[in-house]
């Protein structure tokens, strides 16, 4: 056979992978508001940089007549490609193949591109659309998630892994994104549970539907198993350039360094945003834009756990993790989704090379029956940890109220931060003027003639001794009390000063964080 005639076959036979599951599967794939698997690797990845492996493995499945059956790519194609122009591997579940499920070499496919992803180490990217372990491929299928499930693991902390669920994410096929730094879900179009709506109902007998259960908002407001919510599949990809474009490859590198920006002073300006009365709440979110590059903040999680803020910005081109209590929800609070949200966000920060800056002002932890019994002591532990154990440069600035346990937990000395910035509108003390003076004043409180009158002069009293950054600066706790204008310099100095920051922890196999 001549080159040309050879060509030719290999050009049919890429055509006809191409079709993936056949006309009508593409129709309903489409009729169901979805792109194509293909469709979302070429929309995702810079143009023409995507190259395609394994196109051509055929399935292994035996039994039920799947001999006889024809499953393109064997339901997922994979890839290497590049975003930004820093390479990626990437694979995407085609759902219009058997559902997407996956078999004993759709497993292997998605786990070859990950060995290429760890060996090259560069960021890997899944598109999860799929209707689980193939069933009629039995443990081979079961095979298949636990051989992803310890890569993921392996590869955590090494390289950046990505989840983007847009279609069905069912049973222990879950555990693969759990595992991931990152969980991106489309409206209308994600789903991901452990059991269905139908075992719900035979078992327990509450019915629900699958969007109730397990759709995009759920997963990013209510159990924040998804850390970015898009209205469509084009917004959900853009959201990934960008994340991508504030972490490093890989851990042995440092995200790219960008042009240096000033902040957009004249929206965000910290005299206007900051309230002068220390009860008024403001959003935390137009302080971090007052003080970052050209105010621009990508923030993480942010439909989940809103009483605190985490996410990526630049300073003088270098990317930063910050950490803030968010005084517009529960007055900025720690609780058991905030403590885990940041401790995540820390340790993400910490094995990726991300500088920490931490932003406070929170009245304390959240206090209720329903927080102890939910484990507030065990959660609140993994913020301790996470930020005791992080070694990137860690700075601390506190704005105003820094209350108790949430003083310690939000990066004090004491957990080691390199440096800490306190506003002259900072209150650090064991708890506010008022619970206080309640407690360390009751007996004068109720002796007095004028109770209400002894109440107020003695919070007064209290708020000037201790409501203050002083007490905290004279034992060097607070190492500069500044200008909230100052703010920016004293980051840029500090931030400078840390680039080559070491500090070595105690030799062990790891820590026994109280996950
Ligand atoms: C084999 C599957 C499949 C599966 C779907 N298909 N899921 N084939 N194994 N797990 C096939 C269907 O037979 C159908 O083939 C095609 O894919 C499209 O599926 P539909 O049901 O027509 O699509 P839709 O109506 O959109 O429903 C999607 C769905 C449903 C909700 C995902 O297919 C479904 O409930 N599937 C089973 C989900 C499940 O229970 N999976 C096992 C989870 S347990 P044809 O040929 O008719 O087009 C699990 C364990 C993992 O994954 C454990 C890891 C530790």
């Known amino acids: 056979m001549s080159l040309r005639a050879k060509t030719n076959e290999l050009k049919r036979r890429m055509n006809e992978a191409f079709q993936g599951g056949g006309e009508q599967a593409l129709e309903k794939q489409k009729a169901s508001g979805k792109m194509t698997a293909r469709e979302r690797i070429l929309a995702l990845l810079d143009p023409n940089s995507f190259q395609e492996y394994d196109l051509f493995v055929k399935h292994a499945g035996q039994d039920f007549d799947m001999d006889k059956k024809y499953l393109p790519g064997d339901g997922v194609i994979t890839g290497t490609g590049s975003i930004n122009a820093w390479p990626v591997c990437i694979f995407a579940q085609d759902f219009t193949v058997a559902g997407g499920s996956l078999g004993y070499m759709h497993a292997k496919k998605i786990t070859k591109i990950m060995d290429h992803a760890m060996k090259m180490k560069v960021p890997l990217i899944g598109i999860n659309d799929s209707g689980g372990a193939r069933i009629q491929e039995g443990v081979n299928s079961l095979a298949g998630y636990g051989e992803i499930f310890y890569r993921n693991t392996q590869a955590s902390g090494v390289i950046p892994q990505i989840s983007v669920i847009l279609g069905p994410c069912a049973g222990g096929a879950v555990y693969s994104p759990a595992l991931t730094d990152f ?57 990934i350039k960008r994340l991508v474009s504030f972490i490093p490859w890989n851990n042995d590198k440092k ?71 968010q005084p517009m929800v529960l007055a900025g609070v720690l609780d058991v989704d905030s403590s885990d949200k940041a401790a ?120 000037q001794k201790f409501a203050n950054p002083y007490v905290a600066a004279a034992y060097g706790y607070v190492d500069a009390v500044i200008e909230p204008s100052e703010t920016r310099n004293f980051l840029v100095h500090s931030l400078a000063l840390a680039q080559n920051k070491t500090e070595i922890a105690p030799k062990k196999k790891h820590g026994v964080p109280p996950f």
């Open 183 to 239: 969980v991106f879900v489309v409206d209308k179009i994600s789903k991901m549970f452990i059991t269905g709506p139908e075992v719900i109902k035979t078992v327990l007998g509450e019915e629900i539907s699958m969007e109730d259960l397990g759709g995009a908002k759920v997963h990013a407001e209510i159990t924040g198993n998804a850390h970015f919510f898009a209205e469509s599949e084009e917004e959900c990809f853009e959201q």
């Open 255 to 325: 995200a790219e360094i960008f042009p240096k920006k000033a902040p957009k002073s004249r929206h965000y300006k910290i005299e206007s945003i900051f309230p002068t009365n220390p009860m008024t709440p403001y959003d935390v979110r137009d302080v971090i834009k007052a003080l970052v590059d050209d105010s621009d903040f990508f923030e993480i999680h942010q439909h989940w756990a809103a009483n605190i803020v985490v996410g990526f910005a630049r300073i003088d081109g270098q990317t930063i993790g910050f950490v803030a209590n």
């Open 344 to 463: 995540r966000f820390i340790r993400y920060c910490d094995a990726f090379n991300i500088p920490l800056v931490t932003l406070v002002d929170l009245p304390g932890y959240l206090p209720g029956i329903d927080q102890e019994h939910a484990g507030v002591i065990r959660h609140g532990a993994k913020m301790l940890y996470a930020y005791s154990e992080a070694t990137v440069p860690k700075l601390t600035v506190i704005l105003r109220k820094a209350y108790g346990g949430g003083y310690i937990a939000m990066c004090s000395h004491h957990l080691r931060a390199d440096f800490v910035f306190a506003w002259p509108t900072a209150e650090i003390a064991v708890m506010g003027p008022e619970g206080a003076a309640n407690i360390i004043f009751r007996t004068e409180i109720k002796a007095s003639d004028n109770p209400d009158e002894t109440r107020k002069r003695l919070i007064e009293e209290y708020r």
